[in-house]
């Protein structure tokens, strides 16, 4: 068989396969120890070295990039809106932001987050987590 013929019957699936909806199905568990494993590996760890404020949309992109999965559809337990949870998400994450901020350049200002709204956060972390999840282990 001619080297390039494995090559090039890859080319043409590809091109076939360009449609989603035409897409096969890929565990990727498949790929683990093999180069094309440890590459997708590598750049997910990249990519969540710089994942530091993990907003709604940041949040989507890397699911969508990674599993071809929009995760934000799940948020629906705040009035049954995902816009709503990602709302939420997208405030919690700038408060933490001018938390880290002011404690690094004012350490004599009243704490930035009460205790019972840190309460309410670490609950909606937890459900935020645990809708997350259940739509990944689905797929």
């Not at 035409?22 to 997910?44: C, H, M, P, V, Y």
């Not at 309460?119 to 999840?133: A, D, I, Q």
Request: aromatic share 8%.
């Amino acid at each position: 068989m001619p080297e390039s013929l494995p090559i090039k019957r890859c080319a043409i699936y590809s091109r076939s396969s360009v449609e989603k909806d035409n897409r096969d199905s890929f565990d990727l568990r498949a790929l683990k120890g093999s180069k094309a494993g440890s590459f997708i590996e590598a750049t997910l760890e990249r990519e969540l070295r710089y994942f530091h404020t993990p907003n709604s949309k940041k949040t989507k992109g890397m699911f969508q990039r990674f599993l071809e999965l929009d995760v934000t559809e799940s948020w629906t337990w705040i009035d049954g809106e995902p816009e709503q949870v990602q709302r939420k998400l997208n405030e919690w994450i700038v408060k933490r932001g001018e938390a880290v901020h002011r404690s690094v350049s004012d350490q004599q200002a009243a704490h930035i987050v009460s205790r019972k709204d840190l309460g309410k956060c670490v609950t909606f972390f937890k459900m935020l987590v645990e809708r997350t999840e259940e739509v990944v282990v689905s797929q």
